[in-house]
């Protein structure tokens, strides 16, 4: 199967639990673990080729601009790792399955549980380092996800979100060092990385790189300092906590490590950073875990353990220690995923993890008891258990140091003997002792469902034990082979004969055992002793870069919207200036055409509608009245200069937009007080002026140039009639050329009428509802709303103005015109008929949905495009012929004009929708609703009869 | 003649960008529409100012001596100018949806009104965050 394959499976795993989840529980579990399953088989098969010592790759291109690829490999490692997640996987969506209770939604929690064995997946058979992040970042948010699945409780809260914060923070720590190395590489592939160990590691960035990828490493793998995050974590389910704090996530950061030891390792630096970090983790957790009362914090400590022991052998950086820390994480994830499935049992069957409740289950509960002390035996490093034999292997290791030697070698006999302690306890306090009558719920053993996977590992505990070579010979070899390099034939025996490791494991059993009996006593010396808690340091340094973070957001932004624009305008300007003056405009090249005497009295008449607008805006009436001016000198100006079509735009826009704006403001105050100092005025005058300048400024400059790229204006001109069909060259880019973008603009236009659609329905519900309904209007109404001489015009005008709609609509491919201005214009026509007669009375006279008629528009639209797939063409390419009919001259039919009849519906429905909108509203304020056309009545037999 | 385009240009940015450092929805809103005509005329003269040569095909024969002005910018300007009302529209009903929910057309957010409030001293942090956990 290729890896590809195999990493992409958990992924698709993750959709089934939520189709499934309704035909049960069993069924979504078997869904996933099929899946994993599967998985796991297409892993399985490559054994043999990697056992040749074949790497299985498979490439795809993603980004390779970016040098991103899809590039996934196979090797040893991998192979290991991958057994790992998903062997240990498949066990733990089994015991998910009877472990979580009918209240717990299982369906979430296996997509999560699958997402995140995705993303380990995809960790570990990454062959590019970018991919190899994005995964590392995907486990982080799963983990989250999972550790904090109890939602209801705080403690699984905050412990997701430590988790998150710290593990975060080394994903970006590392995220900086793997690209620094990628950048020393040359390539991003970890092939081409791992190649390339005398760059790197003469690089004089090697360091920085280096230490960075390590805060990546060690904050995943719970390394000292930043081990606290562990114990935390522990409040998610314990599937969970026995899943990624056992198995896989924590060993991530070892995987890292593993996986870059041929060109980082062999250094001093790496040397002292790994070695001391993962020796000072290993003796803290061992020491933490002897005096932990929960359960899982006991293991959970002892995980933080015996993750400092394997770095610490990554950190020797010789041959045989890598071979030890290999065997030592096959055997690590056999024992304590079991263990923490026993504790998930005794939480399970005793309602408490407390130790101190606990003790003398060994009758209540023998077959958790036999699983437990087997894989606690393990963990203490008991011959002829697997923890023995990788126990000794440190050990000697650290017995043929170069450097240090006795340090390492009087620290590490210290944490084993802690080691043996934790371990023996686990055993001792939990299920020796006699047996009591006050557990919190009467202890029972679970199912076969529950112990069959811890079961199973034990299994292996002690298979591995007796025959290391055969059960485990083979992974080892092919593993360390990848890690270091070079081929590797281990011999793993059980009896070294007389060493000094062996006399320090003794020393550290018979230690251990002594420190047991005299629990009680040290462990109130313990308690009395003054500890830093993680916790609230970590609690505090979160709520300070909070507190500054919100500073900060509360300083930029104040809720002020002035100052907003201020600082906005003020950067443009400064930005504006900063290119003006850095880069070159090139020459004045084109003359100045002559000002004739129109030109100039349309100039005049905006410079004066501006300047009133500046003095009368207060006056809101009057202000409306200076933007209609504006805007028609602005058509004007289009019309002058060549650009007929916008004219028409502009000016039919005009018209819309003021009767919008003066609906608005029949509600809102019709007056502008003033509110700011004559100072504060002054000021924002400036930057007005200065914004005026600068936009003026630039203006000029750009009309007294040439182009300073050839133009594609050319291609348009040349190609309008010939592929395009038409003469209106300005139509043709808009239905044709650049119709993709009047397709998403038409689209826009339809999603903002849709946006005051729903503004309005929230407004005409709760407190606005009643405030409308109570609506005061400040200003006195005309006596005659209806007048006559409006209706009757309107009326004369509406069928003109549709025809005219029409005509501009069809000839728009050829002459000005087009969906865009016949939209507006119909939509004018319509408008005048409800200004007339009043909403209500129109309404009833039209039956055109408008939000129908946007959707139309747009379905028209994008049909037009489609079709010219029938023709093998792609999107809105568009197709034209002449056709004749009887009695009428020969005309043109391009499929241009279906484009162009979406956008002028969608137009049409816009408009019509925003007004119907700002309508319902004054309906809602108690206008009255007539039902007349006019307010004169003119019929006869509706007149009140006079008394005679 | 570009002395008055470019200038014309100019005073109503000037007018735009001073309604909108005011205080009240409705100038903003106003402000908004004058910045409009600005921009749109703007990226319009970007295909250089020329009269009465609207790109209106006059022959279909390549080789024709016709001169057009620009009709690029034209399209674009097309359809910002109806975006434009589109969004015209939708800033007038939020001014508006704004003065009805809100009493009074203030464009500036009390700090009571926001979501998250300013915190004064590091003890409203804690709080916070107790009352979150």
């Known amino acids: 199967m290729s890896p590809a394959l195999i990493a992409l499976l958990p992924f698709l795993g993750a959709l089934l639990p939520g189709l499934l989840i309704r035909s049960g529980r069993t069924v979504a579990a078997t869904a996933c673990g099929t899946t994993t399953f599967v998985a796991l088989l297409g892993l399985l098969l490559h054994i043999p080729a990697i056992m040749r010592g074949e790497v299985i790759t498979a490439r795809f291109e993603w980004l390779p601009l970016i040098q991103l690829n899809a590039n996934f490999r196979i090797d040893g490692l991998a192979l290991l790792f991958g057994i790992l997640i998903l062997g240990i996987g498949l066990l733990i969506i089994t015991y998910a399955r009877f472990y979580l209770s009918r209240q717990d939604s299982i369906g979430k929690f296996y997509t999560y549980l699958m997402l995140f064995q995705g993303a380990m997946i995809g960790i570990v058979l990454s062959d590019n380092i970018l991919l190899l992040l994005i995964f590392w970042e995907l486990t982080s948010l799963s983990s989250f996800l999972l550790i904090g699945y109890w939602r209801h409780l705080p403690a699984g809260r905050q412990g997701a979100r430590m988790a998150l914060a710290v593990t975060g923070m080394g994903g970006l720590a590392m995220i900086a060092g793997m690209l620094i190395l990628g950048q020393i590489a040359g390539s991003y592939d970890i092939s081409d990385i791992l190649n390339a160990r005398e760059a790197i590691q003469s690089s004089p960035h090697y360091t920085t790189a280096l230490i960075l990828i390590l805060i990546g490493a060690f904050t995943k793998s719970a390394q000292f300092p930043f081990h606290f995050w562990l114990p935390h974590a522990m409040a998610a389910p314990t599937p969970v906590s026995a899943y990624l704090h056992s198995a896989t996530m924590v060993k991530a950061g070892l995987f890292l490590m593993a996986r870059l030891w041929p060109v980082l390792s062999g250094t001093p630096e790496w040397f002292w950073i790994v070695a001391t970090t993962g020796l000072v983790t290993m003796l803290l957790g061992a020491l933490i875990a002897t005096f932990k009362d929960d359960l899982k914090a006991l293991l959970a400590f002892s995980t933080v353990s015996h993750l400092g022991l394997i770095t610490m052998l990554l950190g020797f950086g010789t041959h045989e220690a890598a071979i030890a820390a290999v065997f030592h994480i096959i055997n690590h994830a056999t024992f304590k995923a079991a263990l923490f499935m026993t504790a998930g049992i005794i939480d399970h069957g005793t309602h408490t993890r407390s130790i101190a409740r606990l003790g003398g289950l060994r009758k209540l509960m023998p077959v958790t008891f036999l699983i437990g002390t087997v894989a606690a035996l393990s963990m203490a490093g008991i011959p002829p258990l697997n923890g023995f034999l990788s126990k000794e292997m440190m050990l000697y290791e650290v017995d043929h140091l170069d450097m240090a030697r006795q340090g390492f070698m009087v620290v590490a006999t210290i944490a084993a003997l802690f080691s043996v302690c934790y371990s023996l306890r686990f055993i001792v306090h939990v299920f020796l002792g006699p047996q009591r009558d006050d557990y919190p719920h009467h202890p029972h053993d679970p199912g076969f469902g529950l112990w069959a996977g811890p079961a199973l590992l034990v299994v292996l505990v002690i298979l591995i034990g007796l025959f290391p070579n055969t059960m485990a010979g083979w992974l080892v070899d092919a593993s360390a082979s990848a890690v270091t390099g070079q081929v590797t034939e281990s011999d793993i025996y059980l009896w070294h004969g007389v060493n000094n490791a062996l006399i320090m494991s003794i020393l550290a059993i018979a230690g251990g055992a002594v420190l047991l009996s005299m629990h009680r006593p040290v462990l109130a010396l313990w308690d009395r002793t003054p500890r830093p808690d993680a916790k609230t340091i970590f609690d505090w340094l979160v709520l300070r870069v909070v507190f500054m973070g919100r500073a900060l957001t509360d300083a930029l932004t104040n809720g002020s919207m002035p100052r907003a624009l201020a600082a906005f305008t003020l950067a443009s300007l400064f930005a504006g200036g900063i290119a003006w003056y850095t880069g070159s405009a090139g020459p004045v090249t084109r003359p100045m055409l002559p000002i004739e005497p129109i030109a100039f009295i349309g100039w005049l008449m905006a410079i004066a509608a501006t300047g009133c607008m500046v003095f009368f805006h207060r006056i809101r009436v009057l202000a409306l009245v200076l933007v209609g001016i504006v805007g028609l000198v602005v058509s004007i100006f289009f019309a002058y200069f060549s650009a007929p079509d916008l004219a028409l735009t502009q000016i039919s826009v005009e018209v819309v937009t003021v009767i919008l704006l003066l609906l608005a403001l029949n509600f809102l105050p019709k007056r502008t007080l003033t509110e700011t100092s004559s100072l504060h005025r002054g000021w924002d005058a400036f930057i007005a002026t200065l914004a005026g300048l600068g936009f003026g400024g630039l203006t000029y400059a750009v009309l007294r140039r040439d182009f300073a790229f050839p133009t594609i204006s050319d291609y348009h001109l040349a190609n309008s009639y010939k592929l395009g069909g038409g003469d209106n060259v300005v139509n043709v880019i808009l239905v044709d050329f650049r119709g993709y973008d009047t397709f998403g603009e038409i689209t826009v236009l339809g999603i903002a009428a849709l946006a005051i659609f729903a503004l309005t329905q929230t407004l005409l519900q709760g407190r606005s509802s009643k405030r409308l309904l109570n609506w005061v209007h400040d200003h006195r109404r005309a006596g005659d709303r209806h007048p006559l001489m409006l209706v009757i015009a309107t009326r004369v005008i509406l069928p003109i103005s549709l025809v005219v709609g029409i005509y501009i609509f069809l000839r728009g491919h050829n002459l000005p015109g087009g969906g865009f201005i016949a939209g507006l214009v119909v939509a004018v026509a319509l408008l005048m008929q409800y200004m007339a007669s009043g909403y209500a009375w129109a309404q009833d006279r039209q039956g055109l949905p408008y939000h129908a008629l946007i959707g139309a528009g747009v379905v028209a639209a994008g049909v037009t495009g489609i079709g010219a797939w029938f023709n093998g063409k792609p999107f809105l390419t568009s197709a034209y012929g002449y056709f004749k009919l009887p009695f009428l001259e020969e005309f043109e039919l391009a499929t241009a004009m279906g484009f162009d009849l979406g956008v002028f519906l969608c137009v049409v429905g816009a408009v019509m929708l925003a007004l119907n909108s700002l309508s319902r509203i004054a309906r809602k304020a108690g206008v009255t609703v007539n039902t007349r056309p006019m307010d004169i009545d003119l019929s006869d037999e509706d007149q009140p009869k006079e008394a005679n | ?133």
């Open chain 2, 1 to 133: 003649m570009e002395i008055l385009v470019a200038s014309a240009i100019g005073a109503i940015t000037a007018a735009g960008v001073y309604l909108i450092l005011r205080l009240r929805t409705f100038a903003v809103v106003l402000g908004m529409t004058m910045l409009t005509y600005a921009i749109n005329a703007f990226l319009f003269t970007s295909g250089r100012l020329v009269v009465d040569l609207p790109p209106i095909l006059l022959s279909h024969d390549v080789d024709s001596n016709h001169v057009y002005t620009d009709p690029l910018p034209q399209a674009l300007v097309l359809t910002a100018i109806v975006i434009s009302f589109g969004m015209t529209a939708v800033v007038v009903m939020m001014a508006l949806g704004a003065f009805i929910e809100g009493g009074d057309d203030h464009i500036n957010m009390p700090d009571e009104d926001r979501l998250m409030p300013p915190l004064k001293t590091i003890d409203d942090a804690k709080q916070i965050e107790d009352e979150t956990a």
